[in-house]
């Protein structure tokens, strides 16, 4: 009984370190030639385009963050419950492992449940497409970001609506719709209007 409690630790334990070191801090993340640029750009003297590139490098940060802990979750399930799934296999089959029949059974059962429920939660959480939806959205704002120090923060106003388009694309991802004009501030009347007539 005590080699399993320390197989059955050691998988979610290996489940837990791959979540930290995806789901981490800045170090984790690339991205620091563009976060150097816009950091001098928030210290200049210029405020519109200092706010400008906050609300750029801001949203990058968090976007990657989020796409991060997203991609912990999801490849750390899939690899536990690849691994459970394994190891109920291979406790039925060593011998040498477990001598009691009944244990080594319901050791697999527990393994076998286990691996479907992190199948289960990580599928019907939409994992996978909360974590590409948000790399996208990051890789989005980091073009913008770039654009914006190409163009020398010019008309720095433009980039607030770029980044609202691409944050609000972020969000209909999650959500597993392309529809925006529901979602949109004022567009809600003018869109029912239109299908009325």
């Known amino acids: 009984m005590q080699r399993y409690a320390i197989i059955f630790l050691s998988a979610i334990v290996l489940a837990a370190v791959a979540i930290e070191y ?20 928030i210290e200049s003297k210029d405020p519109e385009k200092a706010m400008a ?53 319901d050791i697999a059962a527990l393994f076998t449940v286990a691996a479907a429920i992190m199948i289960t939660v990580s599928t019907g959480g939409d994992f996978q497409r909360k974590w590409q939806a948000n790399r996208a959205a990051a890789a989005d704002i980091e ?12 008309n720095p106003r433009q980039y607030y609506e770029k980044l609202s388009e ?3 694309r972020r969000h209909m991802s999650i959500l597993g719709t392309t529809e925006k ?14 299908q009325g007539k």
């Open 53 to 105: 590139a906050k609300a750029i490098l801001g949203n990058y940060t968090e976007t990657r963050q989020i796409a991060a802990l997203w991609s912990g979750l999801y490849w750390g399930f899939a690899w536990a419950a690849a691994v459970l799934g394994a190891l109920s296999g291979l406790v039925l089959k060593l011998e040498s492992l477990i001598a009691d029949e009944k244990i080594k059974k």
């Open 143 to 154: 073009h913008l970001g770039y654009e914006f120090l190409g163009k020398r923060g010019e």
């Open 181 to 194: 004009q529901s979602h949109l501030p004022g567009q809600t009347d003018s869109a029912a209007g239109s």
């Open 166 to 168: 691409i944050l609000l």
């Open 22 to 41: 995806f789901s981490g801090t800045k170090e984790h993340l690339r991205g620091e030639t563009l976060t150097v640029a816009l950091e001098q750009v």
